[in-house]
C-alpha cells in the first residue's frame, strides 16, 4: 500500500486553518466547549475497514438502502476504470464523466490560483474596488467608512449569478462578505485598542455585495459594471426586516426597536443559496462572536461569550453588548432573503427557518409548486434541517407573481432530521471497521418542530412557544433527540435526481471523553477529513417526512483504508480534506469545495460524479493561494466561479509582514477576490 500522504499541520484549531482564521472567522469556536451539551444521539467514525481497501469498495459500491415505511431508495453504480489524475501543465487524457474531463490538479502549496492546463482564469473583483456611483478608488492606506460602504466587501464566500434580461451578455453577482480580519486590513492593528474609524470600516466590509457583471463574448472573463442602478452594498447598519412568524416577538425587542420588526445589519454571511423565483438567501453563521458579556443559558447554547468581543465592537454601539441590550444577539442567526432585481427594497430575514448557525440555504420545488429548504447548522454535534413551505409559487415574473412569492418563506413548517443506522451499535466501533453489511447507511426522520400559519404559529415541542422555537431552535432540536452530526454545513438537493447531498466538514472532538462517540451516519472518531451523506426523500416527495441515507464520500487520503468514494476505485481519485460548500453543475456532478485541507495541500475545488458508471469519480479542479479558502463554487457551461476568501491569512500574518502575494503581487496588499475560470478553446467546462 502506498504511504499516507503527509499532514500540512497539527492545529489544534481544526482541520487546517490557522490561528488566525479561528479568532476572526468563528471567534476561536474549536477552543472553546460545545455548546451542544446534550445526550441526543451522535453520528459517527465508521468508515475505514479491516477489509482491504480493495473488498471494502466492491462490498460498497452497489448500495440499496430502502426505508421501512417510504420506499426510499439510493442505489450505486458499479465503477469502471478511468485516466489516472494528470499533472499540472500537462494536458491528461479527457476522460472521466462528462463535465468531468479536465487533467486533475495535483495537490499543491503554490501561492496562486491553479487551475488544469487548458483553462484560463482572471479576478472579476477584488475587496475595495468601488461599485457605488461616487465610491473612490481602493487605497490600503486611506481607507475610510464612507469609502467602504460603496466598495465591494471583505472575504467574500457564498456567490450568485442571476441573468439580466435586457442587457446583453451581463449577469448580476451577488456575493456574500462573512467576517473581517483587522490584522491584515490595517497596518499597525491594536486588537486591544481598535478605533472607531476601524470599526466603522469593519461594519461597513461585512455584509452582502449586488454588482452586474460584463461577459467577454469570447471567453469566460467577467469584468464588474461599476455604477450600475443595481448594485448595491448592506452592511452591519443596513435596514432588514423581520419576516415570518417572529417578527413582533417579545424576544426580539429592544430599546431601539421596541417593535421586534427591524434589525440594523447582517453579520457572518457565509453560504447561501438562489431560489427559483429569482432572489438570493444568505445563511447568518457565526454571528456569536461580535457580541460580549453574554450571560443566559441561550447565549451559552449559541456560544456567545462571557467577556469582551474579539473586535471590540461594544465599545462603540452599546447594541453589541448584551448587558446593555440582551435581545439584540436573537436578531442574528437568520437566514436572509435579498431581491437583487430590486435595489430599494428592504431584505428581510426568514424567521420560519429557525434560528441558529445558518451555513446554507438551498430550495427546491415539490410536484406542487411549494419550496423546500434544506439547512445545516455549522457547529460540531449540531443538527440539519429542512423547512416546508405550505404556499405555491407562481409562475411568471409579473407583480403579482414576485409579491407572491417573497412571501413563502413565511409560512410553513420547519423540521429536524433523526437518523438511525442499520446495523448493530455494537458493529461501531470508532476505529473505522465496516459494520457487517460493508456501508454506512439508513433510515432518517423529519421531526417537526413549529408550524407558522396566517393565523399564526404552532410549536411541536413539548415546553416550548413557537416564538421558543423560532427564536432558539437549538434548543428545540435538543429536546426532540435530532442527531449530532459532524459540523453539518452545505445542503444541496440535487436538479436531476432530487438527492440531497450534506457536507459534514469534520469533527475533531467526536469520540473524545465526554462527547459523543462514532455513529453510523459520523463514522469516524476524531474527525479531521470529514465526508458528504446523500439523502433520498420517501416516496422522492421533498415534503416527505422521512428519508433513507447513505454515506456518499468519506474524506482524506485514498491510501487510508477509512476513507470511501462512492464505490469508485481509490487509486484513481483525488485526495480531499474537509469538504465545505457544494453546487452542481449542469451535466449533474457535485462539485465541492474546501475548508481547512489536513493533506498537506491548500484548498480546493473537486467535481465528482453522483450517478452511473463513473459515481463517486472524484477529480480536483482547481487550488487556491497560501491561507485562503475555497467559498461560493457556481459551475456553468462555459465557467466556473469560486471566491476566494482570507488569502494570506496564516500565523504571524500581517499588513506588515505578508504571508501571501496574491493577487496583485509582491508590495501590494492581500485582498479576498472572486475568479472566474474557463477553458481556453471556448468550449463548455469538462466535456
Not at 457547529?379 to 412569492?405: T, W
Not at 475533531?508 to 433520498?536: C, F, M, T, V
Amino acid at each position: 500500500m502506498r504511504k499516507l500522504l503527509p499532514l500540512l499541520s497539527t492545529n489544534p484549531h481544526g482541520g487546517g486553518r490557522s490561528a488566525l482564521t479561528c479568532r476572526f472567522r468563528c471567534g476561536d469556536a474549536c477552543f472553546h466547549e460545545v455548546p451542544n451539551t446534550s445526550d441526543n444521539e451522535y453520528v459517527g467514525d465508521v468508515i475505514a475497514g479491516v477489509l482491504s481497501r480493495r473488498s471494502a469498495l466492491r462490498a460498497a459500491a452497489v448500495v440499496t438502502v430502502a426505508s421501512a415505511a417510504g420506499g426510499a431508495v439510493v442505489l450505486g453504480g458499479a465503477p469502471e476504470a478511468v485516466a489516472r489524475p494528470g499533472k499540472p501543465g500537462t494536458p491528461g487524457k479527457a476522460d472521466g464523466a462528462r463535465g468531468l474531463r479536465f487533467a486533475a490538479v495535483a495537490p499543491n502549496t503554490a501561492d496562486q490560483v491553479t487551475v488544469p492546463a487548458g483553462y484560463a482564469q482572471n479576478v472579476v473583483i477584488r475587496w475595495g474596488e468601488p461599485i457605488l456611483r461616487g465610491t473612490p478608488a481602493f487605497d490600503s492606506e486611506k481607507q475610510t467608512a464612507k469609502a467602504q460602504a460603496g466598495q465591494f466587501g471583505y472575504n467574500n464566500d457564498f456567490l450568485s449569478l442571476l441573468p439580466l434580461r435586457g442587457e446583453h451578455h451581463r449577469q448580476v453577482l451577488v456575493a456574500n462578505h462573512e467576517y473581517t480580519d483587522e490584522v491584515l486590513m490595517f497596518r499597525g492593528y491594536d486588537s486591544e485598542n481598535p478605533t472607531r474609524e476601524q470599526v466603522e470600516i469593519a461594519w461597513a466590509a461585512h455584509g452582502l455585495s449586488v454588482v452586474v457583471v460584463q461577459e467577454e463574448h469570447r471567453s469566460g472573463k467577467l469584468t464588474p459594471v461599476t455604477r450600475h442602478h443595481l448594485n448595491r452594498r448592506l452592511h452591519t447598519t443596513s435596514e432588514f426586516e423581520v419576516a415570518g412568524p417572529a417578527a413582533g416577538s417579545d424576544l426580539l425587542k429592544t430599546s431601539a426597536d421596541p417593535e421586534g420588526r427591524t434589525v440594523l445589519g447582517t453579520l457572518n454571511n457565509c453560504a447561501g443559496g438562489t431560489t427559483p423565483w429569482g432572489t438570493t438567501l444568505h445563511g447568518e453563521e457565526n454571528f456569536n462572536q461580535y457580541f460580549a458579556y453574554g450571560s443566559s443559558a441561550t447565549d451559552k447554547r449559541y456560544g456567545v461569550g462571557t467577556g469582551a468581543s474579539e473586535r471590540k465592537w461594544e465599545r462603540f454601539d452599546k447594541r453589541f453588548d448584551l448587558r446593555q441590550e440582551p435581545n439584540e444577539v436573537h436578531r442574528q442567526g437568520w437566514v436572509v432573503e435579498l431581491d437583487p432585481y430590486d435595489p430599494d427594497s428592504t431584505p428581510r430575514k426568514r424567521t420560519a427557518l429557525g434560528r441558529f448557525k445558518h451555513e446554507a440555504a438551498q430550495p427546491r420545488l415539490t410536484e406542487d409548486g411549494r419550496p423546500v429548504v434544506y439547512m445545516g447548522d455549522d457547529e460540531r454535534f449540531d443538527y440539519f434541517y429542512k423547512f416546508v413551505s405550505s404556499k405555491r409559487m407562481k409562475k411568471g415574473g409579473s407583480r403579482s407573481a414576485r409579491e407572491h412569492n417573497l412571501t413563502l418563506l413565511d409560512e410553513g413548517t420547519l423540521y429536524v432530521a433523526k437518523l438511525t443506522g442499520d446495523s448493530p451499535a455494537a458493529q461501531i466501533d470508532g476505529t473505522g471497521k465496516l459494520p457487517n453489511d460493508g456501508e454506512f447507511d439508513g433510515s432518517g426522520q423529519w421531526i417537526p418542530l413549529a408550524t407558522a400559519g396566517p393565523d399564526g404559529a404552532v410549536s411541536h415541542v413539548p415546553g416550548m412557544t413557537a416564538d421558543e422555537v423560532f427564536v432558539f431552535t437549538r434548543l428545540a432540536g435538543d429536546k426532540v433527540g435530532a442527531t449530532k452530526m459532524d459540523r453539518p454545513e452545505d445542503v444541496e438537493p440535487s436538479p436531476r435526481s432530487g438527492r440531497v447531498y450534506v457536507a459534514l466538514t469534520n469533527n475533531s472532538n467526536r469520540g473524545k471523553a465526554g462527547y459523543a462517540p462514532a455513529d453510523e451516519a459520523n463514522p469516524r472518531n476524531s474527525n479531521k477529513h470529514g465526508q458528504i451523506l446523500e439523502l433520498a426523500e420517501h416516496w422522492d416527495d421533498p415534503a416527505s417526512d422521512g428519508f433513507a441515507w447513505r454515506l456518499f464520500l468519506v474524506a482524506g487520503d485514498p491510501n487510508d483504508p477509512a476513507t470511501y468514494f462512492a464505490g469508485f476505485p481509490k487509486e484513481k481519485v483525488s485526495p480531499i480534506s474537509c469538504p465545505d460548500n457544494v453546487a452542481f453543475d449542469p451535466h449533474g456532478n457535485l462539485w465541492i469545495s474546501t475548508d481547512g485541507n489536513q493533506l498537506g495541500s491548500h484548498d480546493g475545488l473537486f467535481g465528482v460524479a453522483t450517478q452511473g458508471e463513473r459515481r463517486g469519480e472524484l477529480k480536483q479542479f482547481l487550488t487556491v493561494p497560501a491561507g485562503a479558502e475555497t467559498c461560493g463554487p457556481i459551475i456553468q457551461d462555459r465557467r466556473v466561479l469560486v471566491a476566494v476568501q482570507h488569502p494570506g491569512e496564516l500565523d504571524g500574518a500581517s499588513v506588515e509582514n505578508p504571508k501571501s502575494q496574491w493577487p496583485d503581487g509582491p508590495g501590494k496588499i492581500v485582498r479576498p477576490a472572486v475568479v472566474s475560470v474557463w477553458r481556453t478553446d471556448g468550449r463548455d467546462i469538462g466535456v
